[in-house]
T-cell receptor
Framework: QQKVQQSPESLTVSEGAMASLNCTFS??????FRWYRQHSAKGLEVLVS????GEKEEGRFTAHLNRANLHVSLHIREPQPSDSAVYLC??????????????FGKGTLLTVTP | NAGVIQTPRHKVTGKGQEATLWCEPI?????VFWYRQTIVQGLEFLTY????????DSGMPKERFSAQMPNQSHSTLKIQSTQPQDSAVYLC???????????????FGEGSKLTVL
């Protein structure tokens, strides 16, 4: 069964400094990776999706995928206090026709201080 | 675009009572999902509908949980004989295409927070 782990559990950065979040997954056939953000008591907002090794940029958010290392990361450039939220990594696998099913990590709580 | 609408936003029930949660997906979306979110377990998949048909309910606790999608504009999640461990935020999500393609995107509602006393 796919396991998705995120680190660190919490991260505090100063406004304008780069924030880096990590996610490891256990199933090497995973082919669909997404980063979501969740502000307190709100729904999930998709930030960036990545499907092949390398880098994918969406505005200030950049995802890096290395499937050989079972690792995907999210880097936030010039974070603002409004970026303070829980960041969730989600992974799906193509096998058995169930690639619709996302497995989520438990999240990283990011706090951006002014 | 109103987004995925979930009602109620908060529901408090007594142990043993029934709870029904509603979801209105984004108009035109063909895939609807239910997830459950708790501090301990994080986000867990419950069930998936495609074009109103149930496709996968492997995440649903079998005895007390049921989900339906009677029409394309709403889905319900019903929990019978609620227990304190059912306390969670229940999230509904919809997708504009047959979810599973690399270009499909999933849009989440703000969730229904269920508290079972």
């Amino acid at each position: 069964q796919q396991k998705v782990q995120q680190s660190p559990e919490s991260l505090t950065v100063s406004e304008g400094a780069m924030a880096s979040l990590n996610c490891t997954f256990s199933d090497g056939t995973s082919n669909n990776f997404r980063w979501y953000r969740q502000h307190s008591a709100k729904g999930l907002e998709v930030l960036v999706s990545i499907f092949s090794d390398g880098e994918k940029e969406e505005g200030r958010f950049t995802a890096h995928l290395n499937r050989a290392n079972l690792h995907v990361s999210l880097h936030i450039r010039e974070p603002q206090p409004s970026d303070s939220a829980v960041y969730l990594c989600a992974v799906s696998i193509p096998s058995g026709g169930s690639n619709y099913k996302l497995t989520f990590g438990k999240g990283t709580l990011l706090t951006v201080t002014p | 675009n109103a987004g995925v609408i979930q009602t109620p936003r908060h529901k408090v029930t007594g142990k043993g009572q029934e709870a029904t949660l509603w979801c209105e997906p984004i108009s035109g979306h063909s895939a609807v999902f239910w997830y459950r979110q708790t501090i301990v377990q994080g986000l867990e998949f419950l069930t998936y509908f495609r074009n109103q048909a149930p496709i996968d309910d492997s995440g649903m606790p079998k005895e007390r949980f049921s989900a339906q999608m009677p029409n394309q504009s709403h889905s319900t999640l019903k929990i019978q004989s609620t227990q304190p461990q059912d306390s969670a935020v229940y999230l509904c999500a919809s997708s504009p295409r047959d979810w599973g393609t690399n270009t499909g995107q999933l849009y989440f509602g703000e969730g229904s927070k269920l508290t079972v006393l």
